[in-house]
């Protein structure tokens, strides 16, 4: 076989994989969707979907263009043509990086269409308007039902101090609603960020700022964790 005819089976046995990878997501999308529009107040059966799928996709292509690139290194050495191995092998190793990319993405906007699905469901479930009563007194109380810490909040009739604890399933939007927010806004950032430092700093910042953003109960926690993050000696 002739390098120009080696170069073109291994084009097209990796452009083959490349269309499997595609494949797999575009089928999942519909009972991804049926998953989803299933979901309460967590989303914790699309990370086991998902998981499932990477491992479909992503771990086992690559596997497969492992073992399609050994099946060309012994034909490379029955040619006897100059070849540039180096060359033909980071094909694939550029394909691996884009099927983790790609999958990276897939899994973030499956993730947030989760978290929409989440909050619309937190939503329909919390009265806002129901009236939050001081123990002692019965006076109204003016509480924020979107918390996500116990608060202690000063009747202004008695001046007696109540406990409020927020609803479980507002506290557990942290995790299920608007970090997968987060993360969907800062996506790009977060993939630049595994080659390139000054992406990753800025993957952080807009990721935290989110976080700060949309619950400004635990601003202070979140704003410590962005400065351990981004003051890290890897970044310096
Ligand atoms: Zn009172």
Redesign the pocket.
């Known amino acids: 076989m002739s390098s120009g005819q080696l170069t073109q089976r291994w084009d097209t046995f990796l452009g083959k994989l490349k269309d499997r990878f595609n494949d797999i997501l575009t089928q999942t999308d519909s009972p991804l969707d049926e998953i989803i529009s299933g979901l309460q107040f967590d989303t914790v059966p699309i990370h086991n979907v998902l998981n499932g799928l990477k491992y479909q996709t992503v771990e086992q292509l690559s596997q497969k263009g492992e073992e399609g690139w050994s099946k060309m290194q012994a034909e490379l050495i029955k040619s006897i043509q100059v070849f540039s191995q180096g060359a033909e092998y980071s094909k694939l190793t550029r394909f691996i990086g884009w099927m983790n990319d790609e999958f990276m993405r897939f899994e973030v906007k499956t993730y947030a269409k989760a978290a929409r699905k989440v909050l619309e469901n937190v939503k329909s479930h919390i009265d806002e308007k129901k009236i939050h009563r001081?123990?002692?007194?019965?006076?109204e109380?003016n509480i924020n039902v979107y918390s996500f810490n116990a608060i202690n909040i000063k009747?202004?009739?008695?001046?007696?101090v109540?406990t409020y604890q927020p609803d479980d399933r507002i506290r557990a939007m942290e995790y299920y609603v608007i970090n997968h927010l987060a993360e969907e806004q800062a996506i790009e950032e977060k993939i630049r960020g595994q080659r390139d430092k000054s992406a990753m700093k800025e993957y952080y910042r807009k990721y935290y700022g989110f976080m700060m953003e949309n619950i400004p109960d635990k601003k202070e926690l979140y704003e410590r964790d962005l400065n351990e993050r981004i003051n890290n000696p890897f970044f310096s």
């Open positions: 001081c123990t002692q007194c019965a006076g109380l009747c202004e009739s008695c001046g007696s109540n």
